[in-house]
T-cell receptor
Framework: GENVEQHPSTLSVQEGDSAVIKCTYSDSASNYFPWYKQELGKRPQLIID?????GEKKDQRIAVTLNKTAKHFSLHITETQPEDSAVYFCAATIQGTYKYIFGTGTRLKVLA | DAGITQSPRHKVTETGTPVTLRCHQTENHRYMYWYRQDPGHGLRLIHYSYGVKDTDKGEVSDGYSVSRSKTEDFLLTLESATSSQTSVYFCAIRDREITEAFFGQGTRLTVV
C-alpha cells in the first residue's frame, strides 16, 4: 500500500545552521506533498506544500524540493531559530484515492 | 483557526467499553479524516470520508468504525476499547483533493 518514510527521526542543529528533513513515497501517483509543523501539545499546521508539477518552492527561510523520478521530497530550513524547534511531518496524497498519508515525523531541536 | 471542533478533548475509559469521538466542522469541507498519533509512529490514518455516508479504511482501522450522516459531523467509534487504543486522536478536514488539511485540537483518550 501507500507509504511515506521520513528521516531522520530526530535532528539537533545549532541556531543559525540549516536543517534538512527528507521523505520518500511509494506511490508514483502521489501528486501533493505538504509539510506540517507541530509544536508541543498543539495540532499540526501546514508550513509549506508542493504539487507534483513543481520542482521547488520557497517561503522565506523554508523551502521544499521534489524529485519525482526518485520519489522523494525534502524540507529545508535555513538560519534556524529556537522557535523552529518542533515536530515536522511530511505527507503525500495519492491522486483519486482521497487518502492523506503522513510520515513518522522528525523532532527538530534548535540549540541556542 | 478553521472551524473544526473535536469532542471530548480528554477521556478516560475502561477496557471493553464503547467510546465515540466526535468531529464537527463548519467549513462544509468534503473530506474528513481520523488519525491517531503515537510516539514513534507519527500520524496514522484510521478512517476517512469523502462525502456523506462515503467512508473508507485507512492504515490502522481494526477496532474502529466511523459514520458520517451529515457533512459537518464525522464520528469515530471504538466498539470495545483496548489499552492499545490509548492515544491522541486528531480529526482533519480538507476541501479539495490537492489542498492542505486542517486539524482539530485533538482528543486524548486513555483506556485503563
Amino acid at each position: 500500500g501507500e507509504n511515506v518514510e521520513q528521516h531522520p527521526s530526530t535532528l539537533s542543529v545549532q541556531e543559525g545552521d540549516s536543517a534538512v528533513i527528507k521523505c520518500t513515497y511509494s506511490d508514483s501517483a502521489s501528486n501533493y506533498f505538504p509539510w506540517y509543523k507541530q509544536e508541543l501539545g498543539k495540532r499540526p499546521q501546514l508550513i509549506i506544500d508542493i504539487r507534483s508539477n513543481v520542482g521547488e518552492k520557497k517561503d522565506q527561510r523554508i523551502a521544499v524540493t521534489l524529485n519525482k523520478t526518485a520519489k522523494h521530497f525534502s524540507l529545508h530550513i535555513t538560519e534556524t531559530q529556537p522557535e523552529d524547534s518542533a515536530v515536522y511531518f511530511c505527507a503525500a496524497t495519492i491522486q483519486g484515492t482521497y487518502k492523506y498519508i503522513f510520515g513518522t515525523g522528525t523532532r527538530l531541536k534548535v540549540l541556542a | 483557526d478553521a472551524g473544526i471542533t473535536q469532542s471530548p478533548r480528554h477521556k478516560v475509559t475502561e477496557t471493553g467499553t464503547p467510546v465515540t469521538l466526535r468531529c464537527h466542522q463548519t467549513e462544509n469541507h468534503r473530506y474528513m479524516y481520523w488519525y491517531r498519533q503515537d510516539p514513534g509512529h507519527g500520524l496514522r490514518l484510521i478512517h476517512y470520508s469523502y462525502g456523506v455516508k462515503d467512508t473508507d479504511k485507512g492504515e490502522v482501522s481494526d477496532g474502529y468504525s466511523v459514520s458520517r450522516s451529515k457533512t459537518e459531523d464525522f464520528l469515530l467509534t471504538l466498539e470495545s476499547a483496548t489499552s492499545s487504543q490509548t492515544s491522541v486522536y486528531f480529526c482533519a478536514i480538507r476541501d479539495r483533493e490537492i489542498t492542505e488539511a486542517f486539524f482539530g485540537q485533538g482528543t486524548r483518550l486513555t483506556v485503563v
